[in-house]
């Protein structure tokens, strides 16, 4: 199993471009997140799915969208990046919810310029 | 809104001595807490976990405690070895499916040989 994927690793955006970071897991887990790590804050929930078609919001949701339709992949899409969403962004996923082992992807660092 | 709060921000130990990292969380309705291990340029990974019902687990070198009056939990590491050396985060849950994860703002511990 490759676990979580997530690509690009690295990408470089300038203010109001818009780009998509992808997630892929091969472990049939039916719940799915994406977190922003920035530094002295710890990782902040963005977006979740409980299984395919379904998605809400996290604590910092403002500037994402997500959907879900497989249960191997939740795309992340900034459709018009800002110098704030610079930042290590890590999807997650889990068989069932928040209340278990969560398997982090290795990230995707984001620079906007 | 909810909080974690994790001391210390960063840590430093002699090889084979203890390392303590804790935790407070503000949302009393939390009833599980995991622990991960972050390296460098990976994902967070989760070392250890314990919910509500449980006052203490240990695994090998690693042990959590959770005192649920004070709302804190504490992550002891003995015999510490250079691989100890990462960014370590705590995280709290409700078990409501409308609650959200939450982490700490992690801890750097490094291991001096």
């Known amino acids: 199993n490759a676990g979580v994927t997530q690509t690009p690793k690295f990408q470089v955006l300038k203010t109001g471009q818009s780009m998509t970071l992808q997630c892929a897991q091969d472990?049939?887990?039916?719940?799915m997140s994406w977190y922003r790590q920035d530094p002295g804050m710890g990782l902040r929930l963005i977006h979740y799915?409980?299984?395919?078609?379904?998605?809400d919001q996290g604590e910092v949701p403002n500037g994402y969208n997500v959907s879900r339709s497989t249960t191997e992949d939740f795309p992340l899409r900034l459709l018009s990046a800002a110098p704030s969403q610079t930042s290590v962004y890590f999807c997650?996923?889990?068989?069932?919810?928040?209340?278990?082992?969560?398997?982090f992807g290795p990230g995707t660092r984001l620079l906007v310029l | 809104g909810e909080n974690v709060e994790q001391h210390p921000s960063t840590l430093s130990v002699q090889e084979g001595d203890s390392a303590v990292i804790k935790c407070t969380y503000s949302?009393?309705?939390?009833?599980?807490f995991p622990w991960y291990k972050q390296e460098l340029g990976k994902g967070p990974q989760l070392i250890i976990d314990?919910?509500?019902?449980?006052g203490e687990k240990k695994d090998q070198r690693i042990a959590v405690t959770l005192n649920k009056t004070a709302k804190h939990f504490s992550l002891h590491i003995t015999e510490t070895q250079p691989e100890d050396s990462a960014v370590y985060f705590c995280?709290?849950?409700?078990?409501?499916?409308?609650?959200?994860?939450?982490f700490g703002s992690g801890t750097r511990l490094s291991i001096r040989p």
């Open positions: 472990m049939n887990h039916e719940y």
């Open positions: 997650a996923s889990s068989y069932s919810g928040q209340q278990e082992a969560q398997y």
């Open positions: 995280a709290a849950v409700g078990y409501s499916s409308a609650s959200k994860i939450i």
């Open positions: 949302d009393s309705a939390s009833n599980y």
């Open positions: 799915s409980v299984g395919a078609g379904i998605t």
């Open positions: 314990i919910r509500s019902n449980v």
